[in-house]
């Protein structure tokens, strides 16, 4: 009886990793370039119903997949190149270094190096944008969560990322995309992505309490 209890307790927390990984991962995604067709297709046909009733990223997960019905792959392509694409400055800014310090490629930027740098990681040849861009600091955490090697992905390095260059700044930053007016489909991802944070932080709190 005991010893099926705790499979089921370590079944349960192994599902929720899972799932704070994928969500990191998707809006990772998202924000990196407008979703393509089959990513599309894919959010179009999600299960909107939470496992339980009233969770907390329900309705905005709900409201993302409704966006996603409503519009095409080409539409949502054209709103994610008028609010972050562009020749020059975008309309909204994807960098951590903008909002924690007003300016790109600044000190923020060189301290998310270092830290990456102690974490194993760097950035890709392939990826044009800087470290500080938001989709590559979500698949960071992704792969914390998610990775192998258990020197590195475990919830101590996750929490100390997360509070060091995650939550100083994506707040902000969903807040400037939903006040943007041309914000559709990208307004929903924002939201979801607010809602994520916010639960994110709860968790890092409890158990920073319980240390």
Known sequence: MSSELHLSHASHALDEETARAEIYGLLSVLFYQAPSAELLAQLQVAVTEAPDAGAFLEEPWRELVASARALTASQIEAEYNSLFGGVGKPDVYLFGSHYMSGFLNEKPLARLRQALAELGLGRSETMPETEDHVAYVFEVMRYLIA????????????????????LPWVLPMCQAIAAHPRAGFYAHVAALTQAFIGVETQAFDLLEGSA
Not at 154 to 163: A, G, K, P
């Open 147 to 166: 990775g192998e090697d258990v020197a590195v992905a475990n919830l101590s390095r996750q929490q100390d990322f997360f509070t060091q260059h995650v």
